[in-house]
């Protein structure tokens, strides 16, 4: 396959690379009343990308022929202002190991999970179960024209548990999931706890008391911060976005207090970051990127185009989801810094205001307007929580949310997810501290 990288060069183009992913992926599906094997099997093939008088060029395939580096070179086209970062030679290895070895069968797993689903299903409140788990092994090398030879090797795995309950007229979802790069899931978390807070968020909903609308000083827990600053503020920072976008005229201003930054880290040393990227898919090693530093807007995530746009050291986040699709800039691990307060603290800081522990899906706009349902979520009264909640929601305007944080706590969690962007899905992780902010809550249909 070098050959292809050598000749590309002779027949013109300024710069070539060559991806070779290899995926092997296992999918078990159980229910309250079925169980399946939904996808395994090994994915794996080329990439190669050429450029070709100032234009991109592309062709992917399984199995090389002679003609891919021709169709790659003809399928350049454009407007001939292509200019990207070039890169010294490196050559290295990397392979993350887990800790916990997966060793059991599809069937041992399935049964593993078929415990999960009798144990929930002893709550009769709870008619229907979904339990998935899944495990994706990666090898991906990287070559190109700089005498850059990458190779990466790593696997994710983990277990997503949805169930819909009733009692009386009253319908309630819940959800929880969990992956990690650290092998078994069901070993390296606690599945009991995943159980109990299932139960918990079923009961709430179906107990809980609806909101009335308004704006109030809301506490958001970790795991709510992490999907607002990747979906309110992430996405808004990845270049080929911002450029055109709110925070491109507000770089080197100040838009939070001095306590509020949010960065993209390459690596994160905990169990569920899961967007490793120690090399993006264009061979450049991964930094941690300053999105807002201590309140100010910094820098944008970028790829090697966008690294050359705009004069910014390449950050390592290109990415692609199978040898099929192009790279483009994405997210690895986005989260909010930890602050000096602590959660007790902020909870007997608020006479009026709620507590929301779990995001359940959401709306972004480029514009900065955003909207998410929350799953699990309290009211707070003179300092003290009182009683769950359900069918609550938050929306704002990013840059007007930024502005209002009071307080960061010291506490501080990552939380695993898949995000889609081009018609293509990655790993990520998402996270940070708790946060007491002035937001607009109110009910969600």
């Not at 190779?151 to 009692?167: F, P």
């Not at 309630?172 to 650290?182: I, N």
């Not at 509020?260 to 993006?280: C, E, K, Q, W």
């Not at 705009?310 to 602050?339: C, H, Q, W």
Request: proline share 4%; net charge negative.
């Amino acid at each position: 396959m070098h050959d292809l990288i050598a000749k590309a060069e002779d027949m013109g183009a300024s710069f070539a690379d060559l991806r070779y992913y290899k995926t092997k992926e296992i999918s078990i599906v159980v229910t309250e009343d079925r169980q399946y094997v939904s996808v395994n099997g090994i994915d794996e093939g080329y990439s190669l990308r050429t450029l070709y008088e100032g234009n991109w060029g592309y062709s992917s395939f399984v199995k090389s022929k002679d003609n891919e580096l021709e169709n790659a070179i003809k399928s350049s086209y454009g407007n001939a202002n292509v200019n990207i970062v070039y890169l010294p030679p490196k050559h290295d290895i990397v392979h993350i190991k887990p800790k916990k070895m997966i060793v059991k069968s599809p069937d041992e797993i399935a049964n593993d999970l078929k415990l999960i689903k009798n144990e929930l299903l002893k709550d009769e409140r709870i008619k229907s179960v979904n339990i998935r788990y899944y495990q994706n092994d990666f090898y991906k090398e990287y070559h190109s024209t700089e005498d850059r030879d990458i190779t990466l090797q790593y696997a994710l795995s983990g277990l997503y548990i949805s169930t819909v309950a009733r009692e009386g007229d009253i319908v309630a979802a819940a959800f929880d999931g969990k992956s990690t790069y650290l092998g078994y899931p069901l070993e390296v978390f606690d599945v009991n706890e995943m159980i109990s807070t299932l139960k918990k968020r079923i009961n709430n909903q179906l107990k809980g008391v609806a909101t009335k609308a308004g704006e109030f000083d809301t506490i958001l827990a970790p795991d709510v911060v992490g999907v607002f600053s990747h979906e309110a503020l992430g996405h808004l920072a990845e270049a080929d976005i911002a450029i055109n976008g709110i925070l491109e005229p507000l770089r080197g201003k100040k838009i939070a207090p001095d306590y509020v930054s949010v960065v993209d880290s390459p690596n994160l040393s905990f169990d569920m970051a899961i967007g490793l990227t120690p090399y993006d898919d264009e061979g450049v090693e991964g930094r941690e990127v300053k999105i807002i530093d201590k309140g100010v807007v910094s820098e944008f995530l970028v790829d090697r185009y966008y690294s050359a746009y705009l004069g910014e050291k390449p950050s390592g986040n290109a990415r692609a989801e199978d040898f099929r699709s192009p790279v483009i800039i994405r997210m690895r691990n986005t989260y909010m810094l930890s602050g000096e307060w602590n959660l007790n603290e902020m909870i007997e800081d608020t006479k009026d205001g709620y507590l929301l522990s779990s995001p359940l899906g959401g709306q972004t706009s480029p514009d900065g307007t955003f909207q998410f349902g929350i799953q699990e979520g309290y009211k707070i009264e003179n300092g003290e929580i009182k009683y769950p909640l359900r069918n609550v929601g938050i929306s704002g305007y990013t840059l007007e949310t930024l502005n209002r944080i009071s307080a960061v706590s010291k506490e501080f969690d990552v939380w695993p997810g898949f995000c889609g962007k081009g018609g293509q899905s990655v790993p990520v992780g998402t996270g940070g501290p708790y946060i007491k902010v002035k937001i607009k809550v109110g009910g969600v249909a």
